[in-house]
């Protein structure tokens, strides 16, 4: 397989691959650092990278997976072409990169099936119509008076007068 180039800071891409190796060997891809390796790039995020058979999908399918788990359109998925796929497969998410560019050389044992883009969130929306979000529509209060509050001061005078007052009555 030629090598494949991972943009930095790409985002949303999942990458299958078919693994061409005995139960054993796939199983072992799920240790941190194992799947660096049979991708040829140090550093992969282990939790963004699943190794699994295909048979534990059951019903679901790769089909399945892909669409109702990760989100990817079905017009992007050939759907025979996904089911006719077994043995095992190890998918690679974009967020595995940590958002660093990489330049992947698959072991030969490792077959890419495709790399499909997730369906991003639409964060936009139609303007808030409600009487609360009209600017200027909070409720008006009374305007405050700025004179400066001196209460505080004149307790602590008040204080000071009377212990200094106490202090002369007892001198006399």
């Known amino acids: 397989m030629s090598k494949l180039t991972i943009a930095p800071h790409e985002r949303g891409v999942i ?10 060997e796939a199983k072992f891809l799920r240790e941190p650092g194992a799947a660096d390796q049979v991708l040829g790039v140090e550093g992969l995020d282990s939790g963004q990278i699943d190794v699994f058979p295909v ?25 025979k072409g996904l089911e006719a796929i077994e043995g095992w497969v190890m998918v690679v998410r974009s967020a595995a990169f940590g958002g660093r560019a990489a330049t992947l050389t698959p072991d030969k044992r490792l077959r890419l099936i495709g790399f499909y883009t997730e369906e991003a969130t639409n964060w936009t929306g139609d303007p808030i119509q409600t009487e609360s979000a009209k600017p200027f529509s909070a409720p008006q209060t009374a305007p405050q008076d700025n004179k400066p509050r001196r209460v505080g001061s004149a307790i602590v005078a008040l204080v000071v007068l009377l212990a200094v007052g106490g202090a002369l009555w007892l001198i006399l």
Do not use: K, W
């Open 15 to 24: 990458r299958i691959f078919s693994l061409d190796m005995r139960p054993e």
């Open 55 to 79: 048979s534990d999908l059951e019903d679901l399918g790769l089909f399945g997976y892909l669409n109702d788990g990760c989100g990817v359109s079905a017009d992007q998925l050939d759907h």
